[in-house]
């Protein structure tokens, strides 16, 4: 998070979350755009495929275009522009509707399984993700703490994407495009807002008390320091309380 989105976190009083760290819900919203697109230019033009692809790659476009003027990183436009080609060319070769959403389908069960495997070889995405985006490369991993906070809250995540499995799927077998996209806009801003708040929550609640944070993991190195603090050493003392 950048220096001007701590001091507006200061500014309204609340301490910064994982949305302020992540760069909020946006790209949620976004990934909603054309697949809302794709149904409706389905629906207007009588059930046609094309129609449906066409508006879902227009769509597409505009999103890549307004995020890339905000400022968003070139890279991640372009793989949300990808996944839109993918699933209009997958619809285009099977000419089934419902098509258009098995890319999501097969990504959120990939997630799953990714997150959960991430969970047991004691590499939580939530922290790759994090620790990435406040600078810290692999540090995280040696605060005992700090691992196994982001170990509980990264099950927050794999529970999103099972979730939205286990309404996908059904879904997606019995050709319900209506309902799929229904399902795609619901499950995911607002379980991804959901999933932002709840593993925030599970991340301050697993950290013992007095532990200095997310941006500043307690590693070997650090410890002789605290322990002199903690022991009277030869730093000067505070305050008389």
């Not at 286990?166 to 995911?188: D, E, K, M, S």
């Not at 008390?209 to 505070?238: C, F, I, M, W, Y």
Request: proline residues 7%.
């Amino acid at each position: 998070m950048t220096d001007t989105s701590e001091r507006d976190a200061a500014a309204v009083g609340r301490p910064e979350s994982l949305a302020d760290l992540l760069g909020g819900r946006r790209g949620a919203v976004d990934a909603t755009v054309p697949p809302v697109a794709f149904t409706v230019g389905w629906l207007a033009g009588g059930r046609s495929v094309l129609v449906g692809v066409v508006a879902a790659l227009v769509a597409g476009a505009v999103v890549a275009g307004w995020r890339l003027r905000r400022g968003d990183r070139p890279r991640s436009v372009l793989v949300g522009l990808l996944a839109v080609c993918v699933a209009a060319l997958v619809v285009v070769r099977t000419g089934r509707a419902e098509d258009f959403f098995l890319v999501q389908l097969l990504a959120n069960a990939a997630s799953a399984l990714a997150w959960a495997a991430s969970i047991v070889v004691r590499w939580p995405l939530l922290g790759v993700v994090v620790g990435t985006a406040l600078g810290q490369r692999g540090r995280w991993r040696r605060d005992p703490a700090l691992l196994r906070a982001y170990g509980r809250a990264s099950w927050v995540w794999t529970g999103t994407y099972l979730l939205r499995v286990a309404v996908f799927l059904p879904l997606y077998l019995g050709g319900h495009v209506l309902a799929l996209t229904a399902a795609r806009v619901t499950l995911t801003w607002p379980l991804v807002a959901a999933a932002l708040a709840l593993s925030w929550a599970v991340l301050r609640r697993s950290l013992p008390a007095g532990h200095p944070g997310l941006r500043h993991p307690v590693t070997p190195q650090s410890e002789p320091a605290a322990k002199v603090r903690n022991d009277g050493g030869p730093e000067t003392p505070g305050p008389a309380q």
